[in-house]
């Protein structure tokens, strides 16, 4: 792990939700690398942010692990708490923790089960993302800071999940919309509209989908005939760390300083088929 001072956050601190494992934790590796004086990052499962810590290297000791649910108020204002007693400010918000549906269509389901995986995913992929900035805006608007939220090609397109997780993403496209006027001028919003990654992303607990992960769909189509081809960029979905670019850009006051609102779609060209 390269030494602080020598990147596109220098000296910066981050916050980031779900940071124990795919796109969060490569996002909290990235930047360190890129001069962050902290990350904090927050997940349910004490032993994934551990792997975070470990995969650190000698960039550990700028990481705090912080064990919480993104669905509790509580757990999010003791974690920003814990960040700026730690490292006294916050710069770098990124609201990313999140389950799928996959792929359960209207037609698959039954308006119980519909109604399951509504009231989890969205407690966790939409309220989680409001209550993240509920606890922190005040924080960033002292630091002029930013929040960089993950998004989804399901932000943009249909089939990136059912109409649970496409209805999910789309409103926090409109978060984003939202908060980049309620904050403007002291705190910029952007968002990070990724798609196709093999992670351990899973779905509902409450569903029974949280023994899944979307590595396990995507391995279904390993032969070359599944949706990976509808990927233009490449064939396999690619490494996280591979989609974290965007979100040093935009977290960056150095480089984004006039981007607010806006959503970078890295998704491996989707969207250019335009069907
Ligand atoms: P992941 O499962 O590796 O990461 C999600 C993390 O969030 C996990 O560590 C999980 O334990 C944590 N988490 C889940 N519920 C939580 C809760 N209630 N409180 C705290 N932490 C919780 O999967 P990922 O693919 O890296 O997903 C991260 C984000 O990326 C999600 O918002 C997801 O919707 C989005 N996304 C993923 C893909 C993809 O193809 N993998 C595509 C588009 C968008």
Redesign the pocket.
């Known amino acids: 792990m390269s030494d602080p001072g020598i990147g596109w956050l220098d000296g910066d601190v981050a916050f980031i939700?779900?940071?124990?494992?795919?796109?969060?934790?490569a996002v909290a590796l990235r930047f360190l690398q890129e001069g962050a004086k902290g990350v904090a990052i927050?997940?349910?499962?004490p032993g994934?942010l551990e792997s975070t810590v470990t995969a650190a290297g000698t960039g550990a000791d700028r990481l705090l692990p912080l064990v919480?649910?993104?669905?509790s108020s509580a757990d999010l204002q003791a974690a920003v708490d814990a960040t700026i007693g730690r490292f006294g400010k916050l710069d770098v918000l990124v609201p990313?923790?999140?389950?799928?549906d996959f792929n359960k269509s209207i037609s698959r389901t039954t308006p119980d089960e519909i109604e399951a995986i509504y009231d989890e995913l969205f407690d966790?992929?939409v309220k989680?993302y409001l209550l993240t900035v509920s606890t922190a805006w005040r924080a960033l608007v002292e630091s002029h800071g930013n929040i960089v939220m993950?998004?989804?090609?399901?932000a943009f397109y249909a089939a990136?999940g059912g109409p649970v997780?496409t209805a999910a993403?789309h409103a926090t496209r409109g978060l984003v919309t939202q908060l980049a006027y309620e904050l403007a001028p002291k705190v910029r919003v952007n968002g990070v509209?990724?798609?196709?990654?093999?992670?351990?992303?899973?779905g509902p607990a409450s569903t029974g989908m949280s023994e899944r992960?979307?590595e396990q769909s995507f391995a279904k189509h390993d032969d070359g005939r599944g949706p990976n081809l509808w990927l233009p960029l490449h064939h396999a979905?690619p490494d996280?760390v591979d989609s974290t670019g965007p979100y040093v850009l935009l977290a960056s006051r150095r480089n984004a300083s006039v981007i607010t609102g806006a959503v970078v779609n890295a998704d491996g060209g989707i969207g250019v088929r335009g069907f």
């Open positions: 939700t779900g940071a124990g494992s795919g796109i969060g934790q927050l997940g349910r499962d994934r919480g649910d993104v669905r990313n923790a999140g389950v799928w966790i992929n989680g993950t998004l989804s090609n399901a990136g997780y993403k509209a990724i798609g196709g990654l093999r992670t351990d992303l899973r992960s979307i979905s996280p």
